[in-house]
């Protein structure tokens, strides 16, 4: 969520901030500010003084992915207009397509290794500041969500499940009722089922729409990251009648 920052506090705390903009920091896992600061805060750090320069920022929730995070910050500092030196637009158009590729079960390891290399030299020789912006940003980020950004290059996983096109949608045994109205909703046809039978989604056809999820009363649609729940591959009877 994105809070404007209405009078520059100084010298403070992130977690001083956020109660006066009425955020609640136990929930948030890292909070980024805007440029001219441009600098991640992971939540272990919200009690360290620091100077607030920013005139917003915005927060992250425990099921935000922060490689998506880096991955729209580097994308809204290259928009800038001011953005214009070579090392900075084209740099920047690099790091972007790259993490827009992890983000979208496209990453390499090799893509990684690329970023850790075009970073420092964006840094060290861009002329305007969003283009050194973008490369402290990136290199910042990948110290401090590691954990969180390299499955997407090394195993094409989002480890918080907060990158769509790494969810996928499940139906629970436990809460179908075989109603009908997920495959009712689904127009990709990739449910399989009949009345009185728990339903079950066919990955490969399956385009992430929601509208199963949406559809299903019994919330028995879930989707899932990297940690799957246990469905059988076929429909079965259903457990609840």
């Known amino acids: 969520m994105d809070y404007t920052i209405a009078n520059t506090p100084g010298q403070t705390t992130t977690s001083a901030l956020l109660k006066?903009?009425?955020?609640?920091?136990?929930?948030?896992?890292?909070?980024?500010?805007?440029?001219?600061?441009?600098?991640?805060?992971?939540?272990?750090r919200f009690d360290d003084e620091l100077t607030v320069t920013a005139p917003s920022l915005r927060t992250y929730g425990q099921e935000d992915c922060m490689c998506d995070a880096l991955r729209e910050v580097v994308?809204?500092?290259?928009?800038?207009?001011?953005?214009?030196?070579?090392?900075?637009?084209?740099?920047?158009?690099q790091l972007h397509?790259?993490?827009?590729?992890?983000?979208?079960?496209?990453?390499?390891?090799?893509?990684?290794?690329?970023i850790r290399d075009l970073a420092p030299a964006m840094s060290a020789h861009a002329m305007c500041d969003e283009g050194k912006a973008m490369a402290n940003a990136t290199?910042?980020?990948?110290?401090?969500?590691?954990?969180?950004?390299?499955?997407?290059?090394?195993?094409?996983?989002?480890?918080t499940s907060g990158c769509k096109a790494f969810q996928t949608y499940?139906?629970?045994?436990?809460k179908c009722t075989g109603c009908g109205k997920c495959l009712e909703?689904?127009?990709?046809?990739?449910?399989?089922?009949?009345?009185?039978?728990?339903?079950?989604?066919d990955q490969r056809k399956c385009s992430q729409c929601n509208r199963c999820l949406e559809a299903c009363p019994e919330g028995a649609v879930v989707t899932a990251g990297a940690k799957?729940?246990?469905?059988?591959?076929?429909?079965?009877?259903c457990k609840r009648k």
């Open 20 to 44: 006066q903009l009425g955020a609640d920091a136990s929930e948030l896992k890292a909070v980024w500010y805007a440029f001219p600061q441009a600098c991640f805060v992971p939540a272990a």
């Open 75 to 93: 994308g809204e500092l290259r928009a800038a207009d001011e953005c214009t030196c070579t090392f900075g637009h084209e740099g920047g158009y």
């Open 97 to 114: 397509t790259i993490l827009s590729d992890a983000c979208t079960k496209k990453g390499q390891p090799s893509d990684l290794a690329l």
């Open 139 to 159: 290199l910042q980020a990948l110290d401090l969500f590691a954990n969180e950004i390299e499955p997407h290059f090394a195993k094409r996983q989002c480890p």
């Open 170 to 174: 499940h139906i629970l045994v436990s």
């Open 185 to 201: 909703a689904c127009e990709d046809g990739a449910i399989m089922g009949k009345a009185r039978f728990v339903h079950v989604v």
């Open 228 to 237: 799957k729940p246990k469905t059988p591959p076929k429909p079965i009877p």
